[in-house]
Every structure is written in structure tokens, then in C-alpha cells.
């Protein structure tokens, strides 16, 4: 191993600076060790500084997507709308950096390509792209579910010669599509919120659908300053409450099951969830997860909004999904169904028959030329995975993470990695992370790594690893209760399957925010169990 200078030997390096790499770093600072985040980007905010695409914004509501470790920031920010846009959001990432004074210790414009552990040291080397090495006891992945984009191959490559839009990529200059002909790729979640705008915009829009998706609609709408206050006066409760949902987040599951009521009852919980808005429609029965006809009518009901709102029969058809309610992450959207009801708007349908190319002049499918200006690619992520496996890591001994992960991802807790010692990922494959409001599984993760990192000095211990048995367990575990949902029944990125090669696992754990947070409390209580200390 190369002798570095001091300035570049940290107690722990973090990757990554968007909420999780932000908060690893103020709470490491604050319990006395010297940290240091690198970041690929030039400013903090992770996936809210890269996703900039037009009507990009959160579908979890702002009094609840923030953080809560800090009772003043949490009383101080003032959210303006019910669901934040980016750029409100990532005006929140950088407010936190600069209260917390965390940019002198994140080395922007340094992306990760290299880790390697050396075991007679105890420590890792990571290097950066530009061939800079930094020296940790402990490194802290904190490189985000969802930032890796994925890039679809399609055949003619790069022939299209107009303007190209990666919506996990977009450009921080201002993007004007008036008087353009433009085309997505996509209807997922970032491709249902831009919809909308570019079609406003545009003087023609063609969507290219694959698989249509389920939508909410958000019914945002500016807070009400009331709102906020009464929220504000007992925000503990608020919190409280939220922790105690499966996804971390506060809307009451009915515990009622859908066949169990009559048909009536049934149609006006799901029109009152409709009306409520967002997320809270996952909660209309405690079943539509588990039983495929009770599944069945929630499928039904919103097909049938479908319909009411798309004027045309046969775009309302092409846009009903077919699948399993709450299998694809459901989108939560601001006016989508009613955008296709626009004479600028024109949806072509992928599944029967594929994109064939991109050429010159547009996208070529069925024979048939759609010529555009600029393409817009709302295709989605290399979830979960896709950011760890791109950087080189390798244990003692050199054994690649990417080669250990071959048959899909496997942690203990989705905190740490058999093989891989003194390694921890901030809502890693294996917790419940996506499944969940990020920021309270982000601040559960964050808090139990810097604890552990203190029970270890305070008792002059330097290495710990997952252990292969405490790992196999958990992994089966996250396995068994995966089966017993819908939720892996269809082509999704929570499977891995939208990405051609990839392995299919269920990556999140999905046995619920609580009963996980009681797992990691449990594992503390013991002594670290299924970790071994040394
Ligand atoms: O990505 P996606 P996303 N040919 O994977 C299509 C979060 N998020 O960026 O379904 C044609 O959902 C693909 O089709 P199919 C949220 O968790 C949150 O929209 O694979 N089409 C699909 O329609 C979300 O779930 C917010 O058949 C191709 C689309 O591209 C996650 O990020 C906002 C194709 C990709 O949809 C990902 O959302 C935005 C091909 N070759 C995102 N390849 C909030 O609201 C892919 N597609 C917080």
C-alpha cells in the first residue's frame, strides 16, 4: 500500500452527498470522528441534483420527506407546497449543508471507481477517477437506490440527430421544448410527471409506452400555512405515528379486506383514497398486497378513472394497465390521464412492437417513422445495485463485490456484507429503503452506523463483518416475505428485471419499516449479533 499524506487518512469515507452522505457526515462529525464525503456531482443533493427533468418532484409530502434529527431545522424550513418540486427540495439539501457547515469536508467533482480492503491494516483504500487515494478505517456507501440510470440500447444508437434528454441526467441549463416535436421513452414515475409539462409545452409530444403504469393523482396544492403550524406544534407525533407504518410514512392502512365488504363499501373507500391523494390509495385494504382478486377490484377501480378522464376508448385501453396493482411502484401524478386528452399528444404503444431504431430523423417502430426533435429517455434505474457494482470493491483478499453479488444482491440487514469488513451501506439491498420514505430510513441507518462506529472505539475495537450464517438467514428471510406479496409478480425495477442480464431478487426488504427497525435494535441489544467485532 502507497504511503499518503494525512490530509487524505479518514476514521471513515462516505460516498455519496445527497441526504444519506449529508446527514453520515454531520452525525460522524458529531460524535468525534474524521470523515470525509466524496460525491461524483458538484453540489450536494444526490438524486435531487441530477433529476431535474420538468415536474420532477417528491411523491412523499413535504412535512414528511425532510429530516428529523434536528428539531430547529425541522421547526426553521418552510415547505411552500403539499408535495415539493426539485428544486425546493434540493434548495433544502443545500440550506442543511450550510447549517451544518458540511461542504468543507466533501470533496466534490470526485467520483468513486475503486475500494479496495487491506487486512493487515484494517482499512480501505478508495480511489477516485481522476486517480486520487483516500484511506479509511470504515467506508459508508451512501450512493442511493435510484442513481444510476438506465440507458437502453436501442439499435441505430446514436443516428438520432436531434436533442437527447436523460431524465436521471438532466442538463442544469434551462431545456426549452417550444415549437419542438419531441418524443419519451418511458411511463414510469419521472416520465407520468413530465408528461404534463412537456406536452404544455411542446408543439407535438408522442409517448412511447412499454408497460402503462397505475397513477394516483397527487392533488397537490400549496401548504397551508395552518397545516404546517399545527404539524410544526407536535411534530413528534407526526413522526411517531409514521414509524409506525410498514412504509415509514403516516396514512392509515384500512384493516379491512376488500371482499369482505359489499361492493358499495368498497367503491367509497377507494373514491375517498382517490380524492385523499397519493399514497395514502395503498391503504384502501389491508389485502390488495397479498390476495389477487381482492387485488382485482382496486385494478378495476382505477382503470375505470382511466376511462372516465381519456375522451379517446382506445387510448384509455392502451393506457390500462393489466398487471398487479402496487407490483410496478405506483406513480403518483399532477393532471397524466388528462394530458393524453391534448390534440398535441399522441401515445404509441412499445409492447407488441418494439422500438426497431432510432434514426436520423426520430424513433422507427412498426415500419413507421415518428420524426422529432428532441427525445426525451424516461427509462429508469439500475436499482439498488447498480451504483455499488460500478465502483471496484474488493475484500480481503481481493474477492469483487460484483462477483459476489453475481446471483443478486446478499446483506445482513442491507448494513453490512459478509466478506466485506468495515463496510456499511446506508439503505442497501436488504432494508426496506425504497419501500419507504427514504429520509426516515435514511437518518434509522445512519444513527445505527455511527452508534456501532462508537461501540467499536469504545472498546478499541477496528474491524466488523457480517457473518455469512446471520447473512443467509436474513436473506432468506427477506425472500419468504417477498413470496408471500404480489409484489414480485411482475417485471419491475425492485426485481432487477428492467435491466437486460440482471439477476431477479426482490432487493428490498419488504416486511415493513417497524418490525425492520426492532430487527436492528435487537441485533444492538445483543452485542451486534450476526456481526462479527474484532
Ligand atoms: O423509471 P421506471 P422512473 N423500451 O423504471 C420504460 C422513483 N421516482 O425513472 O415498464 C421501451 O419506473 C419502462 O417500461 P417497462 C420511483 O421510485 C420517484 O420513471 O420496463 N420502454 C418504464 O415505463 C420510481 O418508481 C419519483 O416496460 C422502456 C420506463 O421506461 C423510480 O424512481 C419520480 C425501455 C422506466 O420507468 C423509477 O422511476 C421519479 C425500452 N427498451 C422517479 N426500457 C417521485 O415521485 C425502459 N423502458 C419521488
Known amino acids: 500500500m502507497s504511503v499518503l499524506h494525512p490530509s487524505t487518512q479518514f476514521d471513515a469515507i462516505v460516498v455519496g452527498a445527497g441526504f444519506a452522505g449529508l446527514y453520515m457526515l454531520h452525525r460522524l462529525r458529531t460524535m468525534g470522528f474524521r470523515a470525509l464525503v466524496l460525491e461524483a456531482g458538484e453540489g450536494v443533493g444526490g438524486t435531487w441534483y441530477w433529476n431535474r427533468y420538468p415536474g420532477a418532484r417528491c411523491d412523499v409530502e413535504s412535512m414528511e420527506y425532510s429530516y428529523q434529527f434536528d428539531a430547529a431545522l425541522q421547526q426553521e424550513w418552510n415547505w411552500s407546497e403539499r408535495y415539493a418540486t426539485q428544486?425546493?427540495?434540493?434548495?433544502?439539501?443545500?440550506?442543511?449543508?450550510?447549517?451544518?457547515?458540511l461542504k468543507r469536508d466533501i470533496r466534490f467533482e470526485t467520483r468513486v471507481t475503486a475500494a479496495r480492503f487491506y487486512e493487515d491494516t484494517a482499512?480501505?483504500?478508495?480511489?477516485?477517477?481522476?486517480?486520487?487515494?483516500f484511506d479509511a478505517g470504515f467506508l459508508v456507501m451512501a450512493t442511493g437506490c435510484l442513481s444510476t440510470s438506465n440507458t437502453p440500447a436501442?439499435?441505430?444508437?446514436?443516428?438520432?440527430?436531434?436533442?437527447?434528454?436523460?431524465?436521471?441526467?438532466?442538463?442544469?441549463?434551462?431545456?426549452?421544448?417550444k415549437g419542438k416535436r419531441v418524443g419519451i421513452i418511458g411511463t414510469g414515475s419521472s416520465a407520468i410527471q413530465a408528461i404534463p409539462l412537456i406536452a404544455a409545452e411542446a408543439t407535438q409530444l408522442t409517448v412511447f409506452q412499454r408497460t402503462p403504469n397505475y397513477s394516483v393523482p397527487a392533488h397537490n396544492a400549496p401548504l397551508d400555512p395552518e397545516a404546517a403550524r399545527a404539524i410544526k406544534a407536535d411534530y413528534a407525533t407526526l413522526r411517531r405515528r409514521a414509524r409506525q407504518n410498514r412504509a415509514g410514512i403516516d396514512f392509515t392502512i384500512?384493516?379491512?379486506?376488500?371482499?369482505?365488504?359489499?361492493?358499495?363499501?368498497?367503491?367509497?373507500?377507494?373514491?375517498?383514497?382517490?380524492?385523499?391523494?397519493?399514497?395514502?390509495?395503498?391503504?384502501?385494504?389491508?389485502?390488495?398486497?397479498?390476495?389477487?382478486?381482492?387485488?382485482?377490484?382496486?385494478?378495476?377501480?382505477?382503470?375505470?378513472?382511466?376511462?372516465a378522464v381519456v375522451r379517446d376508448p382506445k387510448t384509455a385501453a392502451t393506457l390500462s394497465p393489466a398487471n398487479v396493482f402496487g407490483c410496478k411502484r405506483l406513480c403518483v401524478d399532477s393532471g397524466y390521464w388528462e394530458t393524453f386528452n391534448r390534440p398535441n399528444v399522441t401515445l404509441v404503444d412499445v409492447a407488441s412492437e418494439p422500438i426497431e431504431?432510432?434514426?436520423?430523423?426520430?424513433?422507427?417502430?412498426?415500419?413507421?417513422?415518428?420524426?422529432?426533435?428532441?427525445?426525451?429517455?424516461?427509462?429508469?434505474?439500475?436499482?439498488?445495485?447498480?451504483?455499488?457494482?460500478?465502483?471496484?470493491?474488493?475484500?480481503?483478499?481481493?474477492?469483487?463485490?460484483?462477483?459476489?453479488w453475481r446471483d443478486g444482491p446478499r446483506t445482513y440487514l442491507g448494513l453490512g456484507i459478509a466478506g466485506f469488513p468495515n463496510l456499511f451501506t446506508i439503505t442497501g439491498p436488504g432494508s426496506p429503503s425504497v419501500l419507504t420514505n427514504m429520509l426516515p430510513s435514511i437518518e434509522q441507518h445512519v444513527e445505527w452506523i455511527a452508534d456501532c462506529l462508537v461501540h467499536l472505539r469504545a472498546r478499541g475495537l477496528r474491524r466488523i463483518e457480517a457473518e455469512p450464517a446471520a447473512q443467509d438467514a436474513w436473506v432468506a428471510h427477506g425472500a419468504e416475505v417477498a413470496d408471500a406479496t404480489l409484489r414480485g409478480t411482475c417485471s419491475s425495477w425492485y426485481l432487477g428485471s428492467n435491466i437486460p442480464g440482471k439477476?431477479?431478487?426482490?432487493?428490498?426488504?419488504?416486511?415493513?419499516?417497524?418490525?425492520?427497525?426492532?430487527?436492528?435494535?435487537?441485533?444492538?441489544a445483543s452485542g451486534y449479533d450476526g456481526f462479527r467485532l474484532s
Request: glycine content about 10%.
Open 357 to 404: 431504431a432510432l434514426t436520423q430523423a426520430g424513433v422507427r417502430v412498426g415500419g413507421r417513422e415518428h420524426a422529432l426533435d428532441a427525445i426525451v429517455f424516461a427509462t429508469g434505474f439500475d436499482a439498488m445495485t447498480g451504483a455499488l457494482n460500478r465502483i471496484d470493491i474488493s475484500g480481503p483478499g481481493g474477492a469483487r463485490l460484483v462477483d459476489t
Open 87 to 101: 428544486p425546493e427540495i434540493l434548495r433544502y439539501a443545500e440550506h442543511v449543508a450550510e447549517r451544518f457547515d
Open 254 to 307: 384500512n384493516p379491512k379486506k376488500a371482499l369482505e365488504v359489499t361492493s358499495e363499501e368498497r367503491q367509497r373507500v377507494y373514491e375517498e383514497r382517490w380524492a385523499m391523494g397519493g399514497f395514502h390509495f395503498y391503504g384502501c385494504f389491508s389485502d390488495l398486497p397479498l390476495d389477487l382478486a381482492a387485488n382485482e377490484t382496486a385494478q378495476d377501480f382505477i382503470r375505470s378513472k382511466i376511462r
Open 503 to 524: 439477476p431477479l431478487v426482490f432487493m428490498p426488504y419488504i416486511g415493513g419499516f417497524p418490525a425492520y427497525v426492532q430487527k436492528c435494535a435487537e441485533v444492538v
Open 154 to 177: 436501442f439499435p441505430g444508437g446514436d443516428a438520432f440527430s436531434g436533442e437527447r434528454y436523460l431524465t436521471g441526467r438532466w442538463p442544469h441549463h434551462p431545456v426549452s421544448f
Open 123 to 133: 482499512r480501505w483504500m478508495i480511489e477516485a477517477e481522476d486517480g486520487r487515494r
